[in-house]
Nanobody, 124 residues
Framework: QLVESGGGMVQTGGSLKLSCAAS????????LGWFRQTPGKEREFVAA????????AYADSVKGRFTISRDNAKVAIYLQMTSLKPEDTAVYYC???????????????????WGQGTQVTVSS
């Protein structure tokens, strides 16, 4: 189970931190990450972290502005978003993807499990 929190409304240039609490399995060989979706568009990759080792990946559109992190003890991931832009407005989803021992983080939006989403709105 993946449960997101932390969405809301912020002005351009502001910051928000999303949280995703994960439960129901161990995530040793999984990636956990964030996707976002706006009406009429496909869900797009934002950022991800490999639970074992902490390797991260980011979409080009958020590099340098967003940071993904994890808390092993709480089994949670976070997305710190700074310098937010109106085009960051979307529903943000937490997701998990089984990678096995050697798999690479995938950018496709067909991951295994998804949260319910949290709305982020950036006003201009």
């Amino acid at each position: 189970q993946l449960v997101e929190s932390g969405g809301g409304m912020v002005q351009t240039g502001g910051s928000l931190k999303l949280s995703c609490a994960a439960s129901g399995r161990t995530f040793k060989n999984y990636a956990l990450g964030w996707f976002r979706q706006t009406p009429g568009k496909e869900r797009e990759f934002v950022a991800a972290i490999r639970w074992s080792g902490g390797t991260t990946a980011y979409a080009d559109s958020v590099k340098g502005r967003f940071t993904i992190s994890r808390d092993n003890a709480k089994v949670a991931i976070y997305l710190q978003m700074t310098s937010l832009k109106p085009e960051d407005t979307a529903v943000y989803y937490c997701a998990s993807d089984y990678l096995g021992n050697y798999g690479q983080i995938r950018l496709q939006n067909d991951w295994d499990y998804w949260g319910q989403g949290t709305q982020v709105t950036v006003s201009s």
